[in-house]
């Protein structure tokens, strides 16, 4: 258990939907990141949040948004949902901003779109 | 950008055979790099890291070593198990933007036979 928890653990929607995805990172980790894992792209980085301002942001489509909150918990909205977007989205934590942190991973959520 | 080449899989061996994963970067700056294992149904978790050059990480019997020169971190264990089953990834670390980010390969399936 690395002490990231992400829920749900599944989601089933339809196209066109939004949905909301949360992860609590381990306790006392500032930064928090998100991953989308795809057969066809694999594990690509989206977005990371450090202490509640956005550092650094990968390949996240425009439909997609994330905060974190003051209590370190992250949030990422995903809206106008396509059938493409259905995959495995990862939330990690690490405790600072520095590269050489390990990130811990939370189980992930299955989003499914249909 | 940075980008990590991942032996392919599915790579099946059989209890107590050697194992080798190669794994090969590219990246501008001094990243840290990282073996990630996922297990079915799970997320991944931390197996092993190495932050500078010539820094050899171990965990589990796993090893790897982190050479510059050859802009290489492989993956080695030398009497796998069956419970070793599951895909592996290598990952970079490195900045950017304001933050940093995990950059991953394609990963690797084993799958240990009795």
């Known amino acids: 258990d690395s002490g990231v928890t992400q829920t749900p653990k599944h989601l089933i929607t339809a196209t066109g939907q939004r949905v909301t995805l949360r992860c609590s990172p381990r306790?006392?980790?500032?930064?928090v990141y998100w991953y989308q894992q795809s057969l066809d792209q694999g594990l690509q980085f989206l977005i990371q949040?450090?202490?509640?301002?956005?550092?650094a942001k990968g390949n996240i489509l425009e439909r997609f948004s994330a905060q974190q909150f003051p209590d370190l918990h992250s949030e990422l909205n995903l809206s106008s949902l396509e059938l493409g977007d259905s995959a495995l989205y990862f939330c990690a934590s690490s405790d600072r901003l520095a590269h050489i942190d390990t990130q811990y991973f939370g189980p992930g959520t299955r989003l499914t779109v249909l | 950008g940075n980008s990590v080449t991942q032996m392919e899989g599915p790579v099946t061996l059989s209890e107590e055979a050697f194992l080798t994963i190669n794994c090969t970067y590219t990246a501008t700056g001094y990243p840290s790099l990282f073996w990630y294992v996922q297990y079915p149904g799970e997320g991944l978790q931390l197996l092993l890291k190495?932050?500078?050059?010539?820094d050899k990480g171990s965990n589990k019997g796993f090893e790897a070593t982190y050479r510059k020169e050859t802009t290489s971190f492989h993956l080695e264990k030398g009497s796998v198990q069956v419970s070793d089953s599951a895909v592996y990834f290598c990952a970079l670390s490195g900045v950017t933007g304001g933050g940093n980010k995990l950059t991953f390969g394609t990963g690797t399936q084993l799958k240990v036979e009795l």
């Open positions: 306790s006392g980790d500032l930064s």
């Open positions: 949040y450090y202490n509640g301002e956005e550092r």
């Open positions: 190495a932050t500078k050059a010539d």
